[in-house]
């Protein structure tokens, strides 16, 4: 059973620009969400994908959109990028069912915005 | 307003001592509840979780207790080791699958 993974580790961007992120959960795991890290802070809820669709969302504007693939892998794509974007964002997956309230992340991917 | 609150935002212990870590909520509908631990440049690894309905779970060196009327949550770890050193989570979950609550971390020094 692999774990989660993300790419790229890290990225470096301009204000105004669009990134996307990718994610590929753990084998099995219907759900995956992702979180945004401030530095000094918690992960903060972004949204949450279950079975391609989204299945719930945190406080971050429309610009913050995501997809989510049969295949396990989902991707964070971020437009018009900002400064305070600028953090380390996370995946976890989670398998339905018993244990599904325990979410396995990857490593995150810390992005910088110029 | 932060719903899930760690206050101690650092806690140095020695190698062999006990290590507790706190937690706090304001939202008595959680139903599950969840620590991680966080190496730098690393995501976060799950440790224990412990349901509403539970007061103790435990799983080796740690153990988790939750105090539901005070809305206060902890985890021991027993005996401490220097490779405990890292950011430790709390986390809180409404029903069995959504969004996880994070407080803030407390950063845990266990010195040799």
């Known amino acids: 059973e692999t774990g989660v993974t993300q790419s790229p580790t890290h990225l470096i961007k301009t204000r105004g620009q669009q990134v996307t992120l990718r994610c590929s959960s753990q084998?099995?795991?219907?759900?995956v969400s992702w979180y945004q890290q401030a530095l000094g802070q918690g992960p903060q809820f972004i949204f949450q994908y279950y079975r391609e669709e989204e299945n719930g969302r945190g406080n971050f504007p429309p610009r913050f959109s995501g997809l989510q693939f049969p295949n396990y892998s989902s991707e964070l794509n971020v437009n018009a990028l900002e400064l305070d974007d600028s953090a380390l964002y996370l995946c976890?997956?989670?398998?339905?069912?018993?244990?599904?309230?325990?979410?396995?992340f990857g490593p995150g991917t810390r992005l910088l915005v110029l | 307003d932060q719903q899930v609150k760690q206050n101690s935002p650092s806690l140095s212990v020695q190698e062999g001592r006990i290590s507790i870590l706190n937690c706090d909520y304001t939202n008595s509908m959680f139903d599950y509840f969840l620590w991680y631990k966080k190496y730098p440049a690393e995501g976060p690894t799950f440790l224990i979780s412990i349901s509403s309905i539970k007061d103790k779970n435990e799983d080796g060196r740690f153990t988790v207790f939750l105090n539901k009327s005070a809305k206060h949550l902890s985890l021991h770890i027993v005996p401490s080791q220097p490779g405990d050193s890292a950011v430790y989570f709390c986390?809180?979950?409404?029903?069995?699958?959504?969004?996880?609550?994070f407080g803030k971390g407390t950063k845990l020094s266990v010195k040799p």
């Open positions: 084998s099995g795991h219907n759900t």
């Open positions: 986390a809180a979950l409404r029903g069995s699958q959504g969004n996880l609550i």
């Open positions: 976890a997956s989670s398998p339905t069912g018993v244990g599904g309230e325990t979410q396995y």
